[in-house]
């Protein structure tokens, strides 16, 4: 068995592929493209669903990649098994109607016994029970042991809906003394003895939606080999996490707690975590993913908080996995250069992250202690799983932790509430994944796109393909809504940001409207029509009339927003990169790496630089090279885009350079006027600008001079003078607020002392109640701190009516007056509700809202009651 470094493992079997007439492809982003049952690559095969079900037609009939992955579904685990990850790497050959068993039973075979040189006589092999076919290849075609073949039941492979099919597992016999001792034990046993190294799926079936299994017109193979689990073999590690794809990262996170590897079972499991977690989120993060409250950016949070849990666990209490992406960075070096080109941005969302779940950490903690509190008192051991789900949903508070110090104060959690309220969570991120599925594609295998193009002086076409409901259709009728493709189309399709081109079809005999234009995943551009007026059938040729207006509109906004790039890198600085953007006939949006808002000073200059540039009126040049010789003249590329051996590039001169395939305008006069009308954060480390061009620049501008007029004939004064007129009257209202608040001061001191006098006594408490007169909840609150003060033994109970349908309600406890029981919070929440309101808060201070001024009397009677009732236990 020949030892080689993971990098060296993946190129081996990349090579050994493409001498095979392999197509070689880098790894896809986890992002998936045009895929809404997915929410991140988990499988080689995902970003080709399309091809292997036979609708598009791929780019090669065979392919090979080595595709970065990411699954959740299993992270309990992770740390405590052998092989759990959440992020690996999965190397794959596929094959698209081309060979099937016959060559890649042999090529598996080959690979694994001469490439990598592993012993024979340890390989296993298991097929599924029906499989007589692949029984005969493998016993016939390769050298394995007969007596070493398996039938498995659950030798069929299924990731959701899509491929699927039967496939043969090869296993690596790893010696009696990792297995478990039992006399059958064999592959699929659930020690670690037999360890499956690479699944070979012979796709036949195309799983629906419905749940049916349609078999496939050509047959495809699938296969899917984990290079952590070869690694950690050809290294001769007992766990993936010894491999040095991952245990770089472990000797990171030992420096940094000072907790040696193998010192112990749990600081190795939370050594493991960090270890797979930080390589989790660096590549997450890396492809664009950012930390959010919901779908793949929950995640990412998830994931991120896990690993801070776990440092703790081994006394780190400072921030850490920043600095572990510089490991990941050098272990992959040599594999993914955007890891170590966006290296600092990615550590940067990281840091704000950590930090963010820091804060959140010492806030769950505090609500979580005053739970026990009241669990405590009421004499009960459960947590409600509701409350188990807030404090993981909105805290980020892991649920074992939860489970932890619940355990230390004797309590549980109720987790049959909790995994409630955590599947009805997953339903709405389902159904809002539904919701946002495309259009359905239909079986295209048989178009000949070879005969499609795009002219954007093009007038007429022929439709050549119809579908509605996913089925091509030969005709479509007044009021259908359809897919068309047209031999020849002047129409841009949807990408990078900016929306497809709209407009008409016209016919002999019908009409349609077109929506939006859009591009299939190889390549083929489509068109969402409506048909206003008569009938459609495929043959027929087309007048088209692009709605040129629109189309001019989006050109405007999208040159401009190559403009706004350019200008905030040289504002803000060169670490600006495209986070994603949006481009309208109304509007642009634009989303940039940067970790702090904009100044008004560096808004100002950036739109007047985009507007000197648009000034000069320079004509927007459109050329075609090699893509490295545009990114040696300087073209900006944007991350996550796929781009050809030769690139269209667009340059502004002497301003901008970007390698794009959008509409843009000719000159960049024709842009007229831009107007930046926002600047906002929409994710740790991303800031947003909002903008107009043209037209709706102008109406913009205009609607603000409007108000700004109004406003100077409201204040009787000029236009220029409005300014120092608004902050004349400022400076008068601030006055005033003073003069008032003294006066207030004046009146609540009066009316402390008034209540002072009237306090009563409930044993050896003085208590104060009453009706008050306070403007809002502060001035009520500094009332009862200011009685409060002057009491020994002192509980207050104020209300004040702020409105005819609103009351606020303060309870204030001295110190000496809770150690003998008194509870604010439980006293105002009873008293709350007398008013049709609620509340709570600590043993020392509450406050409530209501909605019934007329029952404050009765809501003081009922704060005493308990009050009472407080004593006297």
């Not at 749940?211 to 495809?220: E, F, T, V």
């Not at 070879?450 to 119809?466: E, G, H, M």
């Not at 005999?509 to 551009?525: D, E, F, H, W, Y």
């Not at 831009?674 to 501008?701: D, H, N, W």
């Amino acid at each position: 068995m020949k030892y080689m470094s993971g990098n060296e493992l993946r190129e081996k079997f990349l090579q050994y592929f493409a001498q095979r007439g392999h197509l070689r492809l880098p790894s896809f982003s986890l992002i998936p493209e045009n895929d809404p049952s997915l929410l991140m690559i988990g499988a080689g095969m995902a970003p080709f669903k399309p091809f292997f079900t036979g609708k598009m037609k791929p780019p090669c009939t065979r392919i090979t990649t080595s595709q970065r992955c990411v699954r959740t579904g299993d992270i309990e685990n992770v740390g405590r098994t052998a092989r759990h990850q959440t992020y690996f790497e999965m190397l794959g050959n596929f094959s698209f109607g081309d060979y099937f068993k016959e060559e890649v039973i042999p090529w598996a075979w080959d690979f694994l016994t001469k490439e990598l040189e592993l012993p024979a006589d340890k390989l296993w092999v298991s097929i599924y029970p029906k499989d007589d076919e692949a029984y005969k290849i493998w016993t016939e075609k390769t050298t394995v042991d007969p007596r070493q073949i398996i039938k498995l039941e659950d030798n069929f492979w299924e990731i959701g809906t899509g491929p699927c099919g039967p496939d043969s597992e090869i296993y690596i016999d790893l010696g009696e003394e990792r297995g478990c001792g039992k006399p059958d034990c064999a592959p699929g046993c659930d020690c670690d003895r037999y360890l499956e190294i690479w699944n070979l799926v012979f796709t036949q079936y195309d799983h629906t939606e419905n749940g049916d299994y349609i078999p496939l017109a050509k047959k495809n193979i699938d296969t899917g080999a984990g290079l952590e689990r070869l690694a950690s073999v050809v290294q001769g590690k007992p766990t993936n996490f010894e491999t040095d794809l991952l245990y770089p990262i472990i000797e990171y996170a030992s420096r940094v707690s000072g907790v040696a590897y193998n010192a112990g079972e749990q600081s190795d499991i939370s050594l493991k975590v960090i270890a797979d977690h930080a390589r989790s989120i660096a590549i997450m993060v890396m492809d664009g993913i950012l930390p959010s409250n919901e779908g793949r950016g929950y995640v990412l949070r998830r994931i991120l908080r896990r690993a801070v849990r776990h440092g703790r666990m081994l006394g780190i209490e400072k921030a850490f996995l920043a600095d572990a992406v510089d490991v990941v960075a050098d272990i992959y070096k040599d594999v993914y250069d955007e890891l170590i080109v966006r290296k600092d941005y990615i550590k940067k969302v990281i840091s704000v992250e950590e930090e963010r779940f820091h804060l959140t950490l010492s806030q769950g903690i505090s609500l979580l202690n005053e739970e026990i509190e009241e669990l405590t008192a009421q004499g009960k051991t459960v947590l409600n799983g509701e409350i188990g789900f807030k404090l993981y949903d909105t805290y980020g508070f892991p649920c074992e932790l939860t489970s932890e110090i619940l355990h230390e104060n004797q309590l549980v959690l109720d987790m049959d509430g909790f995994n409630k309220a955590m599947q009805a969570q997953r339903e709405r991120a389902r159904k809002a994944r539904q919701e946002n599925k495309r259009i359905d594609i239909p079986d295209l295998r048989n178009l000949d796109v070879d005969k499609l193009s795009s002219n954007a002086a093009a007038k007429s076409a022929k439709i050549v393909c119809i579908w509605k409901d996913a089925q091509i259709t030969d005709a479509l009728h007044d009021g259908d809504e359809a897919g068309i493709i047209l031999d020849v189309t002047p129409f841009y399709a949807e990408g990078g940001g900016q929306v497809g081109d709209c407009g008409q079809l016209i016919g002999e005999m019908g009409r349609v409207a077109i929506s939006n234009t859009k591009k299939l995943p190889n390549g083929t551009v489509y068109h969402i029509g409506y048909v206003t007026e008569g009938v459609i059938h495929t043959g027929d040729d087309m007048k088209i009339e692009i709605d040129v207006e629109k189309k001019l509109a989006s050109a405007r906004n999208h040159t401009a927003t190559h403009l706004l790039q350019a200008a905030l890198k040289k504002v803000v600085g060169v670490h600006v990169n495209q986070a994603g953007s949006s481009v309208t006939p109304e509007h642009l949006r634009f989303d940039f790496s940067n970790f702090e808002p904009m100044t008004k000073e560096q808004l100002s200059q950036t739109e007047q630089m985009v507007n000197d540039e648009i000034i000069k009126a320079l004509p927007v040049k459109i050329s075609h090279m090699p893509q490295d010789e545009a990114k040696k003249q300087g073209a900006m590329a944007l991350f996550g885009e796929k781009y050809g051996d030769i690139v269209r590039v667009v340059t502004v001169p002497g301003f901008s350079m970007e390698l794009c395939g959008g509409s843009h305008v000719e000159n960049i006069g024709q842009i007229g006027l831009f107007k930046i009308i926002s600047e906002s954060g929409v994710a740790a480390g991303v800031r947003r600008i909002e903008a107009l061009t043209g037209k709706a620049a102008y109406e913009y501008t205009k609607k603000q001079e409007a108000v700004i007029t109004g406003a100077a004939e409201s204040l009787k004064t000029d236009v220029f003078d409005l300014n120092a007129k608004i902050v004349g009257l400022l400076q008068e209202n601030k006055e005033f607020k003073h003069r008032l608040n003294d006066v207030r001061e004046t009146v609540a001191k009066a009316n402390s002392q008034k209540l002072l006098s009237d306090a009563k006594q409930y044993g050896d408490l003085n208590v104060v109640s009453g009706k008050v007169d306070a403007a809002d909840m502060d001035e009520l609150r500094s009332i009862a701190d200011t009685i409060c003060s002057q009491l020994k033994n002192g509980v207050v109970i104020l209300a004040a009516a702020v409105a005819a349908d609103k009351v606020n309600l303060v309870v204030k406890v001295s110190t000496d007056a809770v150690k003998k029981g008194v509870h604010a919070g439980k006293i105002i929440k009873v008293a709350a509700q007398v008013t049709g309101g609620n509340g709570g808060g600590r043993p020392n201070m509450a406050q409530a809202g209501g909605k019934m001024p007329g029952k404050i009397p009765e809501a003081f009677e009922k704060a005493i009651e308990i009050l009472e009732s407080q004593i006297d236990n």
